[in-house]
């Protein structure tokens, strides 16, 4: 493993510690070893899993800049910027979790299309239909924790649009969906990258 990767590694691990984040569904190590994947054979593929582990780094430090921005009050423009960073960067995770997890193919591909619906959905709508995957078709748990990285900033960017203001509530609930989506990134390193 490369310097930077570890590097990269140990630091993503300092901020998910300190979050005290816990998944709302976790999966057991056994559980991990069991699933399906597709076989890095290829030099590119093995490139491209490394750019999906920095992005996937850089997706933590940026959920974590994310809350810090709450805790300091900032206003809606800041925290916009910050959850649509997170959902650019979890895009490329989706996708390459789409083509490492065949499994999670139509599952993910789906859950991407609540991009579209963000400057209407309503936030009972989104809840119901992908984060509780109303909507969504059938896939193993797997492809679940996948999807919370795409999800969660997304309802970041529903609640701000229903409360510009950012009341003390809506500053905890959105302190709420990112320190969840913090507790899934291991899970997903796992998935898609080991």
């Known amino acids: 493993m490369s310097r930077i990767l570890t590097s ?8 998910f510690m300190s979050t005290g984040a816990v998944a709302s569904t976790t999966m057991q190590a056994s559980d991990l070893e069991k699933v399906e994947k597709k076989q890095i054979q290829s030099a590119s593929e093995r490139e491209t899993m490394e750019q999906v582990a920095v992005t996937l780094a850089s997706y933590e430090f940026a959920a974590a800049k994310l809350v810090d921005l709450v805790n300091e009050n900032r206003m809606r423009d800041s925290i916009d910027r910050q959850a649509g960073e997170l ?35 309503s936030h009972d709508a989104l809840e119901k239909n992908y984060h509780h995957d109303g909507l969504l078709p059938q896939a193993p748990p797997e492809c679940y924790h996948i999807k919370d990285l795409f999800v969660h900033p997304a309802t970041v960017l529903v609640l701000t649009r229903d409360d510009p ?28 990258l080991y």
Do not use: M, P
């Open 87 to 121: 959902i650019s960067l979890s895009e490329s995770v989706l996708d390459w979790g789409r083509f490492r997890l065949a499994q999670c193919d139509a599952y993910l591909a789906t859950s991407l299309e609540l991009k579209d619906q963000l400057q209407s959905i």
């Open 8 to 15: 990269v590694i140990v630091s993503v691990l300092f901020i």
């Open 165 to 192: 203001g950012l009341n003390a509530e809506t500053r905890e609930n959105i302190k709420a969906e990112i320190t969840e989506v913090l507790a899934h990134t291991e899970i997903v390193r796992q998935l898609v």
